[in-house]
């Protein structure tokens, strides 16, 4: 398993509930069908930064996660409300867990 973690600062905090619909609407769908798919959650770090992070099979398949994502926010024309290019951390998983996500 290999996962990524992109972190997002700088966010317009008025507009991350907004950013977290349409993730859960849109990205996240496109993403659950990519090969190798494992799991994504989105988390609101506070002080306008929100960090995704994904978990694929492959090494290749996290790295294309990488490129869907990007384009998926140029789609949604989320230029202004994520005006920073994410912090991006991707390796192989040595130990983890997984259950069924428990949204609020």
Do not use: H
């Amino acid at each position: 398993m290999f996962a990524t973690v992109r972190r997002y600062e700088g966010v317009d905090e008025r507009r991350i509930a907004e950013i977290g619909k349409k993730v859960e609407t849109s990205l996240m769908p496109r993403l659950a069908q990519m090969p190798g798919f494992g799991s994504y959650c989105l988390i609101e770090s506070g002080e306008g930064a929100v960090t995704s992070v994904s978990v694929f099979e492959t090494s290749a398949q996290a790295e294309e996660s990488t490129r869907v994502a990007a384009k998926w926010l140029q789609d949604e024309k989320f230029d202004a409300a994520l005006p920073n290019a994410p912090k991006v951390s991707a390796g192989k998983v040595l130990a983890g867990t997984a259950s069924a996500p428990v949204l609020a």
